[in-house]
C-alpha cells in the first residue's frame, strides 16, 4: 500500500519559488512504478491537473497554467517526486497534492490516479 506524504508547501512571495516534495512514507517499494502527478485545489474551485510524469520518465507533463515555471521531476531511484515551482504568483495559491497512477492511466484524469497524498499548502501574496 502506498502511502504519499507531501512537504515543502509555505508561505511566499509573488515571484519567489517553492519546491515540493512527495514520499512513500510506507516504504511499500511499489511507487517507483507509478505515474507521479500534482494536482491542486484553491478554494471555491475544482482540484486541477498541475503537472504528471510516467514512471518510466520522459516527457512530463503541464497545465498551461504553469507551462514554463514549473518542473516536475524523481529523483534516480524514483523514490521521491519533486515540483520545482517557481515564478509564483497568487493565482498558485492551493493546497497542492501529489498522486500516483498505473502506468497506462490518462494523467491529466483526477480519476485515474490511485494514491494521493494529503496536500500541503501553498500561498503566494501579491
Known amino acids: 500500500q502506498v502511502q504519499l506524504v507531501e512537504s515543502g508547501g509555505g508561505f511566499v512571495q509573488a515571484g519567489g519559488s517553492l519546491r515540493l516534495s512527495c514520499v512513500d512514507s510506507?516504504?511499500?517499494?511499489?511507487?517507483?512504478?507509478?505515474?507521479l502527478g500534482w494536482f491542486r485545489h484553491a478554494p471555491g474551485k475544482e482540484r486541477e491537473f498541475v503537472a504528471a510524469?510516467?514512471?518510466?520518465?520522459?516527457?512530463?507533463y503541464y497545465a498551461d497554467s504553469v507551462q514554463g515555471r514549473f518542473t516536475i521531476y524523481r529523483d534516480t531511484a524514483k523514490t521521491t517526486g519533486y515540483l520545482q515551482m517557481d515564478s509564483l504568483n497568487s493565482e498558485d495559491t492551493a493546497v497542492y497534492y501529489c498522486a500516483a497512477a498505473r502506468p497506462g492511466a490518462y494523467l491529466y484524469n483526477v480519476g485515474a490516479y490511485d494514491y494521493w497524498g494529503r496536500g500541503t499548502q501553498v500561498t503566494v501574496s501579491s
Open positions: 510524469i510516467a514512471w518510466s520518465g520522459g516527457q512530463p
Open positions: 510506507a516504504r511499500s517499494g511499489t511507487f517507483q512504478h507509478f505515474a
